[in-house]
T-cell receptor, first 112, second 113 residues
Framework: DSGVTQTPKHLITATGQRVTLRCSPRSGDLSVYWYQQSLDQGLQFLIQYYNGEERAKGNILERFSAQQFPDLHSELNLSSLELGDSALYFC???????????FGPGTRLTVL | GDSVTQMEGPVTLSEEACLTI???????????LFWYVQYPGEGLQLLLK?????DKGSNKGFEATYRKETTSFHLEKGSVQVSDSAVYFC????????????FGTGTRLTVIP
């Protein structure tokens, strides 16, 4: 158990809908990262937050957004969902921006 | 840009066989290198890491050495077990402070009794 929690575990929704994925980092960790794992793209970095502020962006679509709250939990919002957004979404956390990242169990999103 | 090239799978081995999964990288600066493992139905777990050239990471009988001259970080284990069956990912962090991870495509290992 890495100490990073993600909810929900599974999410099934329809095209055009909007969903929110939630991540709670390990106790004391200030950085949160979001990754997408899909069959065709592999594991890709989406976005990073550090102590409430966005620090880095990767291959994140404009339809996707994220935020980190004062209690350090983070949410990833996915809107106008398409079939191709079906994937496993992982959250990771680290104490410092340069620290080792520990991953949560992931949220499996299925868009029908 | 930074990238990781990982040996294509799948790999099937008999129990107690030797394992090598090749990983090479391209990076500017001085990246840290990682191996993560994903067991069936689970998230990613850090297996081992190395933060500078010639460092050797090791855990659970697995080893990998950071080779700057060959830009490689091959994963090795002398005797695999059925419980090692999983997908293994090589990754690097860019070392610029943002610390984003760039992953290889993953190598699926199946160990048969």
């Amino acid at each position: 158990d890495s100490g990073v929690t993600q909810t929900p575990k599974h999410l099934i929704t329809a095209t055009g809908q909007r969903v929110t994925l939630r991540c709670s980092p390990r106790s004391g960790d200030l950085s949160v990262y979001w990754y997408q794992q899909s069959l065709d793209q592999g594991l890709q970095f989406l976005i990073q937050y550090y102590n409430g502020e966005e620090r880095a962006k990767g291959n994140i679509l404009e339809r996707f957004s994220a935020q980190q709250f004062p209690d350090l939990h983070s949410e990833l919002n996915l809107s106008s969902l398409e079939l191709g957004d079906s994937a496993l979404y992982f959250c990771a956390s680290s104490y410092q921006r340069g620290g080792t990242q520990y991953f949560g169990p992931g949220t499996r999103l299925t868009v029908l | 840009g930074d990238s990781v090239t990982q040996m294509e799978g799948p790999v099937t081995l008999s129990e107690e066989a030797c394992l090598t999964i090749n990983c090479t990288y391209t990076a500017t600066g001085y990246p840290s290198l990682f191996w993560y493992v994903q067991y069936p139905g689970e998230g990613l777990q850090l297996l081992l890491k190395a933060t500078k050239a010639d460092d050797k990471g090791s855990n659970k009988g697995f080893e990998a050495t950071y080779r700057k001259e060959t830009t490689s970080f091959h994963l090795e284990k002398g005797s695999v077990q059925v419980s090692d069956s999983a997908v293994y990912f090589c990754a690097l962090s860019d070392g610029t402070g943002a610390n984003n991870l760039f992953f290889g495509t993953g190598t699926r290992l199946t160990v048969i009794p």
